[in-house]
């Protein structure tokens, strides 16, 4: 019970994070956001490509011969390509994104989807061990912050207002605790699922790494003082992960 309990509270810090820390850069300027969130991406980027290729793949790779391991983590990529294409899932990481311009309720939605996501994988590492659900957790927080910034945009210019956008998305995030309980009941149940998902979900971080944010860390820059900084953040990311 004490592991639920730590998978459904580090599922909150995962996904309630973001959200928290990103409702905090509303009441700046826009120009100010624009000129932050790079930062956040660089962050995550490194949070992510940390947690997914020195914890989560080594974590997997004691347990599974390596063909299933990277079998499972082909699998994650592919299946969040599918998602993408198919459920429209795909979020955005600034505030000019024309992704979700239709509809404010697939926002809610998709959110909703990649949060019960969230929660699963992190309450699958808390199930390996709690230092590597804190890990998880931090990225997840991570890549949600400018996430959300960009999600919160999109409803606010679609009418809601701040504190109406603030609560849906809350209610969205909130789906992370419904992951963490269906994947600790599952593993309860049938325990050698556990290392696949950990494949699956160092899949997943990796794909949303390099297919996501990385491309948006390119529109802009050159070699200069924007460029290092991105490198140095993405290594700061890393090193968060590794200090842990």
């Given amino acids: 019970m004490s592991l639920l309990l730590t998978a459904v509270g580090l599922s909150l810090v995962g996904s309630m994070g973001g959200l928290l820390i990103a409702s905090a850069l509303l009441p700046l300027s826009s120009a100010f956001r624009n000129r932050i969130v790079p930062w956040l991406l660089s962050y995550a980027v490194g949070t992510l490509l940390g947690v997914a290729l020195l914890a989560l793949v080594p974590e997997a ?53 990649h949060n019960l996501a969230d929660g699963a994988i992190i309450a699958a590492a808390v199930l390996v061990s709690v230092p590597l659900g804190i890990s998880t957790a931090i990225a997840v927080a991570a890549h949600q912050i400018p996430q959300e910034v960009g999600d919160f945009a999109i409803l606010l210019n679609a009418g809601f207002s701040r504190q109406r956008a603030l609560w849906l998305n809350a209610f969205s995030a909130s789906s992370a605790v419904v992951g963490a309980i269906v994947v600790y009941a599952a593993t309860e149940t049938l325990p050698h699922t556990l290392p696949y998902l950990l494949a699956l979900a160092a899949g997943s971080f990796l794909y949303v790494a ?35």
Avoid at 84 to 93: A, M, N, S
Avoid at 96 to 107: F, G, K
Avoid at 216 to 242: D, F, M, Y
């Fill in 210 to 244: 390099m297919s996501d944010l990385i491309p948006g860390l390119h529109k802009g820059e050159t070699i200069g003082t924007g460029a290092i900084r991105q490198i140095l953040l993405i290594v700061a990311g890393v090193g968060t992960i590794l200090a842990l």
């Fill in 61 to 113: 790779l004691n347990q599974l011969a390596p063909a299933r391991v990277f079998g499972a983590l082909l699998t994650g990529i592919l299946g969040l390509f599918i998602v993408e294409k198919f459920v429209l899932w795909r979020h955005c990481h600034t505030e000019d994104c024309d992704v979700h311009d239709a509809s404010a309720t697939l926002i809610l939605i998709g959110g909703a989807l």
